[in-house]
């Protein structure tokens, strides 16, 4: 199956800081890829859509000057929590659909960012 | 918008066949689908329902119902190992294809 890295794993960072979560597709070009975010226990949020070559388009109650998000290439796409704060701690995924006749969308493995 | 509604928990013993339902309200429904996931790892494509009636993939199968929009996903011979999450999600209508989750069901495999 199609492949989705993700980079870093797990970060921990001082409060105010900035942190950069990339999202590759590994062997499949994404004209638009996903992040989400997901509390323990809860469901999985989408923040945006990240398309590539253009802005991201966000969901309602995301900040998009506090969460940016380039699209750089088909196959890349990262985002930047900025001035973290402790309740930005949270596990982020990303994700990209291939296009068939299963509706995939591949996720990636995972960042889970805590802010202290 | 969309919202998917699903039980929080659900627990079986080894062996045994469970059902996790999935109850949906959309604007426009572009199919059903299903994804486990692990604590700590990232969900996993288990199926996908476009048309009413049910698919099989091995031990799991998945129904849809578009009249009813209800589905439920059949986990048959349980393993210890089926112990995770599971949501139902739908797509929404946008030029994106956003995929909205279900609120996600705990399932609880005991010896």
């Known amino acids: 199956g199609a492949v989705v890295s993700q980079h870093p794993s797990r970060v921990i960072c001082k409060s105010g800081t900035s942190v950069k979560i990339e999202c590759r597709s590994l062997?499949?070009?994404?004209?638009?890829m996903f992040w989400y975010r997901q509390f323990p226990k809860q469901s999985l949020m989408l923040m945006a859509t990240?398309?590539?070559?253009?802005?991201?388009?966000?969901e309602q109650g995301v900040e998009k000057d506090k969460f940016l998000i380039n699209h750089a290439s088909l196959t890349l796409s990262t985002l930047t929590v900025t001035s973290a704060h402790p309740e930005d701690s949270s596990f982020y995924i990303c994700?990209?659909?291939?296009?068939?006749?299963?509706?995939?969308?591949?996720f990636g493995p995972g960042t889970r960012l805590t802010v202290l | 918008g969309q919202s998917l509604e699903q039980p929080s928990e659900v627990t079986a013993v080894e062996g045994a066949i469970v059902q996790i339902n999935c109850t949906y309200q959309?604007?426009?429904?572009?199919?059903l689908s299903w994804y486990q996931q692990h604590d700590g790892g990232a969900p996993t494509f288990l199926s996908y329902?476009?048309?009413?009636g049910l698919e099989e993939t091995g031990r799991f199968s998945s129904f849809l119902s578009r009249s009813d929009s209800y589905g439920y996903l059949l986990l048959q011979e349980l393993q210890m190992k089926d112990s995770a999450s599971y949501f139902c999600?739908?797509?929404?209508?946008?030029?994106?294809?956003?995929?909205?989750f279900g609120t996600g069901t705990r399932l609880l495999v005991s010896p």
């Open positions: 062997d499949f070009q994404a004209t638009t």
């Open positions: 999600a739908v797509r929404d209508g946008t030029g994106f294809q956003k995929l909205v």
């Open positions: 329902n476009a048309l009413d």
């Open positions: 959309t604007s426009g429904f572009y199919g």
């Open positions: 994700s990209a659909r291939r296009s068939g006749t299963k509706d995939e969308q591949f």
């Open positions: 990240s398309n590539e070559g253009s802005k991201a388009t966000y």
